[in-house]
Structure formats: C-alpha cells, structure tokens
C-alpha cells in the first residue's frame, strides 16, 4: 500500500470513529440536552455583571434516569443547585412533566467572568411513561441535587379465560 492509500484510509477511519462518537453522544444526550428561558429578574442581574448576555448559554445538561420495576416507574432527574420549591411536576396523560427555574448564582466582587458554563432561568422536561401510572399517589422528593419521582403502576384487569361449553 502506497503512502497516500494509507493516508486515505487512516483519515477515513477517523473519520467514522468520530461521526459513530457523535452520533452516541448526541442519542445518550439529547434528552439531557434541556433549553433554558431566561427569567426578566435574571436578566436584570446580568446588567450589571461583568459578563456580557450573549455569552450566558441558554442550553444545558439536566441528566436523567426513568426505570422500571414490578411496581412503579422511579424517575431522577439531576437538578444541581435547585431545591424543592423550585420544582413543579404534573403527570398529563402518560408524560410527567417537571418545569423549574434554576435561579442565577454570581460571585461578589470586582472580579470579571471569563468562562460562564451554567445556565440560568426556566426550564421545562417531560419524561414518557412506559406504562399508566396512579398520579395522585405519586410522590417526589429532592435531596443533594437530585429529584427522585416515584409513580406507583395503575394495576390493569387481567383478562379471564372463558371456557365455552357444548350445548
């Protein structure tokens, strides 16, 4: 194989490893990947902050587990920083639904921010239930950053075999 065939072929295998890494990323990620809408009192605050608004992301990352056992359905959701009043969650039809707003946090002092990774203001997230769930016996609590949602399974009717008999 000549100099440039192996040139080829190696920018071609670099090429596919970071297009399959790309697409892992972004189908283990995109749910995670939540918009956030920047409340009036945060962008107020950001006025006076050393950092200009269009550096402040509007996207991050609020990862979240949903699995499933016997008898409910338990979903986690990462909500670093935020506490329980924050959080809101409703199940309509079978989606829970959690809104928050994470509210914005600034260092005081004449320092300036040359790197601004969190994101601020409110978000919405849905979580798509597997099976119905009994909403009003739901219950969620939120502890070190994490929101843990557990929703009992509606208990659905066995069907009954029916013997047919002669006569």
């Known amino acids: 194989m000549d100099k440039l065939a192996e040139i080829k072929h190696g ?3 670099t090429w596919h490893s970071l297009g399959e890494g790309w697409r892992q990323l972004r189908d283990r990620a995109s749910e995670a ?3 956030f809408t920047p409340i009036n009192r945060s962008r107020n ?3 006076d902050s050393a950092l200009p608004p269009p550096l402040a992301s509007n996207w991050g990352l609020l990862a979240g587990d949903l699995y499933e056992d016997g008898e409910q359905i338990v979903v986690r959701l990462e909500v670093p920083g935020m506490l329980k009043e924050d959080l809101d969650l409703e ?3 079978d989606a829970l639904i959690i809104r928050g707003e994470k509210r914005i946090e600034q260092e005081q002092g004449n320092g300036l921010y040359r790197v601004r990774q969190c994101t601020f203001g409110s978000f919405r997230r849905s979580f798509q239930l ?3 769930v009994i ?4 219950r969620a609590r939120c502890s070190n950053g994490v929101l843990r949602v557990e ?3 509606e208990e659905r009717v066995r069907g009954r075999r029916i013997e047919v008999r002669s006569g």
């Open 151 to 153: 929703l009992p399974k």
């Open 45 to 47: 605050s950001l006025k």
């Open 33 to 35: 990947l939540t918009r």
């Open 135 to 138: 909403a009003e016996k739901a």
């Open 130 to 132: 597997p099976t119905p």
């Open 91 to 93: 199940v309509r039809g």
């Open 11 to 13: 920018l071609e295998e």
